[in-house]
C-alpha cells in the first residue's frame, strides 16, 4: 500500500523531507524543526524535518476527504455511562479526593484504508478555522492527526514560556455559569503550581483571567499564564512539569489522573495530550492542548475524536453531556462531510 509522505503543517510551517524520529524530549534541545505529538498516556513522538517553509493551511491545495459515515459515529461512552460518571466525580468531590476532574470518550468511525489525515485537516481549516490548526502525518510512526485546537497548552520564547488553559464552554456567552468561572480558576491555580516548579520564583503571572473568546458555534473562558524558565531548564523539564495538560485532567492532578483511569474506557491518545512545533536553532515552539483532534489507529481501520467535559460539584450530568455533544457536533459534520464538501451533520451515537 502507498504510505502519503510524512509531512507537518503546524503553527504555519509545512515541514517535509523527514530527517529523523526521536521518543526523547532532550531532543527538541537540539537543532532544526521538529513537530511533535504527545499521547494523553505519555507516548511521545518528535519528528525533525529538513524542508521548512512558511504557509498557511488555507494556501495548500484542497485535497479531497473521504470521511465516515454520519450515522458510522460509536463512542466509548454512552449517554447513561457519561452521566454515570459525572456523578460518581462528584461523588469523589464531595470525600474531599479532587475539586475537578475531566471526563472524556472517544468516538470511532470507520475510515478507508489510505485516508489522509492533510486532507481532513484541509476540511477542518475551511470549515471551523482555529489558532492551532494543523497535522501531523507520519504513518510509518503510528501518527496521523489532524487538529483544529483552540487551546495554548506551551508557547516558548527563549526562556519565557505561557499557557492559555480553557474552562468553560457555552454555545453563547450568556451560557455561561458561574460554576464555568470557577472551573476556569481552580485550573489557572493548577496551570501555576505546575509552571512554579520549573520558573523563576515570583515569575508566574495571570495577564488574563477568564477572558472570553469566540470560535466557530461556541464560546469559551480562557485565561493566560506566564512564567520565565529557571536557567539550565528546557523542554524535558518543561514538559515533565506540566504534561498532561491541566485543563483536560482536574485539580489535584494527579488525583484526578487515577479517577480518569476508573471512568474512562478508551485511551485518549492524542486526543488531550500535546500537539505543535519546536524550532530549536531558534529557541522557540508552541504546542497545543489536542482538542478539538481526529487521529486515525491503522491498526484497528478506524477514524478517532474525542470529546469531555470538566465536573465540578456543580455539574449535571444532563448539562455535561450535552456539552460534550455540543464540542463534538460541528467537528464531526466535517469529518463526515462528502467529497463534494457538504456537511453531513450528525450527533454522536447514544
Same mark, same amino acid.
Given at each position: ?88 466525580? *462528584? ?7 479532587? /475539586? ?36 501531523? *502525518? ?63 520564583? #515570583? ?10 473568546? @469566540? ?21 524535558p523539564e518543561l514538559l515533565a512539569a506540566t504534561f498532561p495538560p491541566g485543563s483536560v485532567t482536574g485539580a489535584? @492532578? ?14 485518549? #491518545?492524542? /486526543? ?79
Open positions: 500500500m502507498h504510505l502519503p509522505p510524512p509531512t507537518a503543517l503546524l503553527g504555519g510551517h509545512l515541514a517535509t523531507g523527514l530527517v529523523d524520529v526521536a521518543s526523547d524530549p532532550s531532543a527538541l534541545e537540539s537543532k532544526g524543526f521538529w513537530a511533535v505529538a504527545a499521547d494523553f498516556e505519555g507516548r511521545l513522538t518528535c519528528a525533525r524535518f529538513r524542508d521548512v517553509r512558511r504557509t498557511e493551511q488555507r494556501d495548500l491545495p484542497a485535497a479531497p476527504w473521504h470521511g465516515p459515515r454520519a450515522d458510522a459515529w460509536s463512542t466509548s461512552l454512552d449517554r447513561r455511562a457519561y452521566q454515570n460518571g459525572v456523578t460518581r466525580i *462528584r461523588e469523589h468531590i464531595a470525600a474531599g479526593a479532587v /475539586y475537578q476532574a475531566n471526563l472524556c470518550r472517544v468516538l470511532f468511525a470507520p475510515v478507508e484504508t489510505g485516508a489522509d489525515v492533510g486532507a481532513l485537516a484541509g476540511s477542518l481549516a475551511r470549515h471551523n478555522p482555529a489558532p492551532y490548526a494543523g497535522f501531523v *502525518r507520519l504513518p510509518r510512526h503510528g501518527v496521523e492527526v489532524a487538529t483544529a485546537s483552540p487551546e495554548l497548552f506551551l508557547r516558548r520564547d527563549g526562556g519565557e514560556v505561557t499557557s492559555g488553559p480553557i474552562k468553560g464552554t457555552g454555545r453563547t456567552e450568556a451560557d455561561l455559569l458561574e460554576k464555568d468561572h470557577a472551573e476556569n480558576v481552580m485550573i489557572v491555580d493548577l496551570v501555576r503550581n505546575d509552571l512554579g516548579r520549573v520558573c523563576v520564583p #515570583g515569575s508566574v503571572t495571570v495577564p488574563d483571567l477568564c477572558a472570553v473568546e @469566540k470560535h466557530p458555534g461556541l464560546v469559551h473562558l480562557v485565561s493566560t499564564v506566564r512564567g520565565r524558565l529557571r536557567d539550565g531548564l528546557g523542554w489535584p @492532578k494527579e488525583s484526578a489522573l487515577k479517577i480518569i483511569e476508573t471512568l474512562e474506557t478508551s485511551p485518549r #491518545g492524542p /486526543y488531550c495530550g500535546g500537539i505543535g512545533w519546536v524550532d530549536a536553532d531558534r529557541g522557540r515552539g508552541e504546542l497545543a492542548v489536542g482538542i478539538r483532534t481526529f487521529w486515525i489507529d491503522s491498526a484497528e481501520g478506524l477514524l478517532k475524536f474525542g470529546t469531555g467535559a470538566g465536573i465540578t460539584w456543580g455539574s449535571d450530568p444532563e448539562r455535561e453531556w450535552l456539552e460534550t455533544e455540543l464540542k463534538a457536533s460541528r467537528l464531526l459534520a466535517i469529518a463526515s462531510a462528502d467529497s463534494g464538501g457538504r456537511l453531513g451533520w450528525t450527533r454522536a451515537a447514544h
